[in-house]
């Protein structure tokens, strides 16, 4: 379990002297105004509940530039339970998200969003099946996409498909990052050292008993979103790329068609040249047409063989998956 034994943080989480029960990882990019309501929030559902008592916070600041680190610090003073991971730079939230497991130390762990869309208030439903026996992942997905752009949903929904039919996992719609694990399932996640990590497939890809618990979803509740269409796009090709080697296998194919279309036309003027006709001239248009067809097609086989071979590199680089500027 390299990721684990390298990055434990020895932060320990052990206020009570024993392993706390439930571990909360919380990524934060700019989200200085969430810190406070999240932290009351959870404070008040655990508080609400009885089963689930030693737990430990820890909030996974991703190289915020805003006073997100301040605001956690002020609670990680207060209260013994809250501790901290601040990276050097942004990394990216599947990076964050890694960071809060390895560093986590309770019997269960669940990871949330910092902006409140993942409802704390499932925690205690999350946790009594999980430590019930009953599942070893209990995931949070949601059935509506209100308060969302129509033309976002329409990209995602499509995205979903493309996954379905590419990758050879199933990666489910409305699905979030919402997971109540247990530490059978959260070494398994750890033990995943990839670079490209896309959470949305690891999951399935892992297997275990998933029990899913579906919500109407929650706009965020202060601060505004980081995905823009544009990385959510990137996000979505990375996932594909990451999962799926068909794109490849489609580029093959192509060749082959564009292989045999020329065999026949090849063919065919050998068979008219053989009966003694003359070949006529024309054609310009459409020969112009011919080159730019399969150039276009070539330059799209060596985009997806060159997709895959960047993936390798940064794979075989080896680089850490982030690097921490302080922790408590
Ligand atoms: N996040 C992060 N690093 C990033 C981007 C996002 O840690 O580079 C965190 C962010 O602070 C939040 C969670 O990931 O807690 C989800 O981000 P966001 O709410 O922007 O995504 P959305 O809910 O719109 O999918
Ligand atoms: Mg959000």
């Known amino acids: 379990m390299a990721i684990q034994n390298a990055e434990r943080h020895g932060m320990g989480g052990d206020v009570y002297g024993k392993t706390p029960e439930l571990s909360l990882v919380v990524p934060c990019f700019n989200e200085e105004a969430s810190i406070k309501p999240l932290y009351g929030e959870v404070l008040r559902v655990l508080e609400a509940g009885d089963r689930i008592r030693d737990v430990e916070i820890i909030f996974v600041d991703d190289g915020s530039k805003d006073g997100t680190l301040t605001e956690i610090k002020k609670y990680a003073a ?19 998200l890694l960071a809060g497991l390895a560093g ?3 019997k269960y762990v669940v990871t949330l969003d910092a902006d409140l869309q993942d409802p704390p208030a499932l925690i205690p439903e999350m946790f009594a099946s999980v430590s019930g026996g009953e599942c070893d992942c209990a995931a949070a997905r949601r059935v509506t996409r209100k308060g969302e752009p129509p033309v976002r949903s329409f990209f995602a929904r499509c995205f979903y498909r493309t996954m379905a039919k590419f990758a050879e996992i199933d990666v489910v719609d409305g699905a979030r990052d919402f997971r109540l694990m247990n530490r059978v399932y959260v070494d398994a996640l750890l033990s995943l050292e990839e670079r490209n990590r896309f959470s949305k497939g690891i999951f399935p890809w892992i297997g275990f008993r998933t029990k899913w618990f579906e919500y109407e979803n929650v706009e965020r509740g202060a601060g505004k979103t980081k995905w823009s269409f544009w990385r959510l796009a990137v996000y979505a090709l990375d996932g594909i790329f990451a999962f799926s080697s068909k794109p490849l296998a489609i580029a093959s194919v192509l060749g082959i068609l564009l292989f045999l279309a020329s065999l026949i036309l090849i063919s065919w003027i050998v068979i008219e040249k053989l ?54």
């Not at 207060?78 to 964050?96: C, M, P, Q, T, W």
């Not at 310009?284 to 011919?290: E, K, P, R």
């Not at 680089?317 to 690097?323: G, N, V």
């Open 104 to 106: 986590s130390t309770g």
């Open 78 to 96: 207060l209260d013994g339970r809250v501790h901290y991971i601040s990276f050097s730079r942004n990394f990216g939230k599947e990076a964050a």
């Open 275 to 328: 009966m003694g006709h003359t070949l006529n001239v024309y054609g310009w248009a459409s020969t112009v047409c011919i080159i730019l067809f399969t150039s276009g097609i070539q330059l799209f086989s060596v985009g997806i063989v060159g997709q895959y071979l960047a993936k390798t590199y940064t794979e075989v680089k080896h680089r850490p998956h982030y690097i921490v500027r302080e922790a408590a």
